[in-house]
């Protein structure tokens, strides 16, 4: 594997880590994939010269799955972009420099390149052909503007309330992305005020996060509390069953992890029964959390129409008489009962010529 050239937009030259990735990136990593994000800025710091998937993978005690795993990862959030030769191999990393205007809390939703559909040789891992939708710019909301506002007395009330949760004053963007949901998502001050407590009482106070969280409400179309309770209720309820049903323990779900249950409970509109039935088989043939493998069940079972228990022991019966009929056939298509005397291979006697033969024969 080609060794793979890293570059950057930072003039800096020493191995320094942003303060913006600290606060606003690493808290909701998996820590595995922030070793990886870290050991390349030491890498480029020292411009190290043999950088490679299989070189960070055996530091670190991963597969190289595992290490294209946390780049995409990291690119899906920003922080950096990928470069692929004609073989689909990863060649090369830019990272961004969340310090400037253009990233920060704003870096998710820059556009990064996409890859053709292709399995690289050396990999064996699977890139995303779909080329990502440019999203339109928020309104920078000046001043002014935050003043205005402020003379709502359920604006002001709501901007007291958040910095009681969070114990501190709000910085002019967490109040544009206040003003974001408020004003251009329609959020009621008590949905806000419900966010922000449910993000908090998970353990994440960071902005980005409850951002995201919003803007998932907005998709399902929620716009009371009562809907919000519900849909936490419903997928906090699916993510631990997953989870222990795979036997994750220890970490939270990452985003990659989530957005596959989000396809099966809301693309797929598969019931939690289904989804455990998936994730047990999982365990079964692969004896490891693979939501990978689980997806692919449950991709199939889409496909055939499933929509119950009932449909999937339908499949699994059919299979099973398909199977059992080919096992039972033999190569001129005959299908053979089996029993103790002929449950093995048979052998082609002429037993015409046999009978003659014994007639004729002369006991000595």
């Known amino acids: 594997m080609s060794n793979i050239h890293l570059y950057t937009d930072s003039n800096s030259q020493l191995t320094s880590v942003s303060n913006i990735f600290i606060d606003e990136f690493m808290p909701e990593a998996n820590g ?5 994000y870290l050991y390349l800025l030491r890498c480029i710091g020292s411009n190290a010269q043999n950088c490679t998937i299989s070189a960070i993978a055996d530091l670190f005690m991963h597969t190289d799955k595992d290490v294209l795993r946390a780049l995409k990862y990291w690119e899906k959030q920003g922080v950096l972009t990928l ?6 191999t ?3 990393i830019h990272f961004a420099d969340l ?16 890859v053709p559909q292709t399995k690289a040789p050396s990999t064996d891992v699977k890139v995303v052909s779909k080329q990502e939708e440019p999203k339109p710019a928020r ?34 963007t967490d109040t544009n992305t206040v003003l974001y949901w408020y004003d251009e998502l329609s959020f009621t001050a008590d949905l806000i005020d419900y966010l922000v407590e449910y993000c908090i009482s998970k353990g994440h106070s960071s902005f980005r996060y409850m951002d995201k969280v919003a803007l998932g409400w907005a998709e399902n179309n929620i716009t009371t509390v009562e809907q919000a309770k519900e849909n936490a209720a419903l997928h906090s309820q699916i993510y631990y069953s997953v989870m222990k049903a795979l036997g994750i323990s220890g970490r939270n779900l990452v985003d990659s992890e989530m957005e596959y249950i989000r396809k099966w409970t ?24 693979s939501f990978e493998y689980t997806d692919s069940i449950l991709t ?31 190569d001129s298509g005959t299908q053979v009962k089996r029993n103790k005397f002929n449950n093995f291979s048979q052998r082609n006697q002429d037993y015409d010529q046999l009978e ?9």
């Open 90 to 92: 990863v060649c090369g």
């Open 32 to 36: 595995e994939f922030v070793k990886v």
């Open 300 to 330: 199939n079972w889409k496909k055939n129409n499933v929509h119950t228990m009932e449909d999937i022991k339908r499949l699994d019966d059919a299979f099973s008489k398909t199977k059992k009929i080919k096992v039972n056939t033999t």
């Open 83 to 88: 470069d692929y030769d004609t073989d689909n």
């Open 356 to 364: 003659k033969l014994l007639l004729n024969s002369t006991v000595q």
């Open 139 to 172: 309104k920078e909301y000046s001043l002014d503007d935050i003043k205005n506002f402020r003379k709502n007395p359920e604006i002001s009330e709501l901007f007291f309330i958040i910095e009681a949760y969070l114990k501190h004053p709000l910085s002019s």
């Open 266 to 289: 809301k693309d797929y509109a598969f019931d939690n029964s289904i989804i455990l039935d998936a994730c047990k088989r999982t365990i079964t043939a692969t004896h490891q959390p």
């Open 99 to 114: 310090n400037s205007n253009n990233t920060g809390k704003e870096v998710s939703v820059k556009q990064v390149k996409a």
